[in-house]
């Protein structure tokens, strides 16, 4: 059974900074495509940034020049470096996936179950 597992949200202040990391455990074949999505209250879950293999990454446009998304292919994991956090940025973050366990399956999607980030005075 594949799981991901968030870490590294908390309460911070306007303009600071904060990491995220998820790790992808369990029997894995190969990852296409890992990425992070967030939700605030009240609003529909959206897409924050992803990588996937070979290629450039993306970001949505208010996030762009202010975070960073990489990946630890060797460890299944990914990162995303939150910089000149504003009151916006507030939301519960979700790791994203795309892999195979197995090399003859279709690749499936797996959620984390989220880290909160709160930016606040």
């Known amino acids: 059974q594949v799981q991901l597992v968030e870490s590294g949200g908390g309460l911070v202040q306007p303009g600071e900074s904060l990491r995220l990391s998820c790790a992808a455990s369990?029997?894995?074949?190969?990852?296409?495509?890992m990425g992070w999505y967030r939700q605030a209250p009240g609003k529909q879950r959206e897409l924050v940034a992803f990588?996937?293999?070979?290629?450039?990454?993306e970001y949505r446009e208010s996030v762009k020049g202010r975070f960073t998304i990489s990946r630890d292919n060797a460890e299944n994991t990914v990162y995303l470096q939150m910089n000149s956090l504003k009151p916006d940025d507030t939301a519960v973050y979700y790791c994203h996936a795309k892999l195979r366990s197995w090399p003859w399956e279709t690749p499936m999607e797996y959620w984390g179950k989220g880290t909160l980030v709160t930016v606040s005075s």
């Open positions: 990588k996937a293999d070979d290629a450039i990454a």
């Open positions: 369990g029997h894995i074949f190969s990852v296409h495509v």
